[in-house]
């Protein structure tokens, strides 16, 4: 399949660590941020998502942390699988003015060592 | 599968022919979001529907491209007269409106112009 990312920024992790990737978002007025998992070949699939009145959200494996003040998103993956290699976007979207239009980062690559 | 489904997956095209893609939302979803994506970048938005109006479109959006969704289900986005740097990814994302809209994406159609 085709690559997603060649000139990507990669974390590379041991199977079993955790990992944390790092986003810095650009406009303070955006509310909502959402995490995605972009495989090659594959559109983007939704991992989790934080409105902008919280610090923290968790689900399976996962947890967002927004911090407002330096304008900077992180996801955190627990014991990570080779499954979970992939580029990972973070986006964020200014709902207040009733735009829909998500806003991309440039994503980051994960590598799962067995 | 009751996905975002987008057709066709590939697309081969000549400079300065014109081409056309379909996405099919998921069922009940009455936002539909195109984006485009190149290799090693996030998606970029171009252009959003609630129902069958046209409520946002980004400055991407030349006069060579148009997007349509005529009853408010499946949409398609056509490019007149393509040029080489209209090869990309473009992806369509659907999403059910209300507090938490999160946008479910297709896996893309790749347009190549030659």
């Known amino acids: 399949g085709e690559s997603v990312g060649l000139h990507l920024p990669t974390l590379s992790v041991q199977e079993g660590d955790n990992s944390i990737i790092n986003c810095a978002y650009s406009?303070?007025?955006?509310?909502?941020f959402i995490w995605y998992k972009q495989e090659s070949g594959k559109g983007p699939q939704f991992i989790i998502d934080i409105r902008s009145n919280m610090d923290k959200r968790q689900g399976q494996r996962v947890t967002v942390l927004l911090n407002k003040t330096v304008k900077h998103l992180s996801l955190q993956i627990a014991a990570t699988q080779p499954g979970d290699s992939a580029v990972y976007f973070c986006?964020?979207?200014?709902?207040?003015?009733?735009?829909?239009?998500?806003?991309f980062g440039s994503g980051t690559r994960l590598q799962v060592q067995p | 599968d009751t996905g975002v489904s987008q057709n066709p997956r590939h697309k081969i095209t000549k400079r300065g022919q014109n081409v056309t893609f379909r996405c099919d939302p998921i069922s009940e979803h009455n936002r539909l979001y195109w984006y485009r994506q190149t290799l090693g970048q996030g998606p970029e938005f171009l252009t959003y529907f609630q129902n069958e109006a046209q409520l946002e479109k980004s400055r991407l959006l030349s006069d060579r491209f148009s997007a349509e969704r005529p009853k408010g289900s499946f949409s398609t986005l056509e490019i007149q007269r393509t040029e080489q740097g209209d090869s990309a990814m473009y992806l369509c994302?659907?999403?059910?409106?209300?507090?938490?809209?999160?946008?479910?994406f297709g896996a893309g159609t790749r347009l190549s112009v030659l």
């Open positions: 406009n303070s007025a955006s509310d909502y």
């Open positions: 994302a659907s999403s059910l409106g209300g507090l938490g809209d999160i946008q479910y």
């Open positions: 986006a964020e979207n200014r709902g207040d003015t009733g735009r829909r239009a998500l806003t």
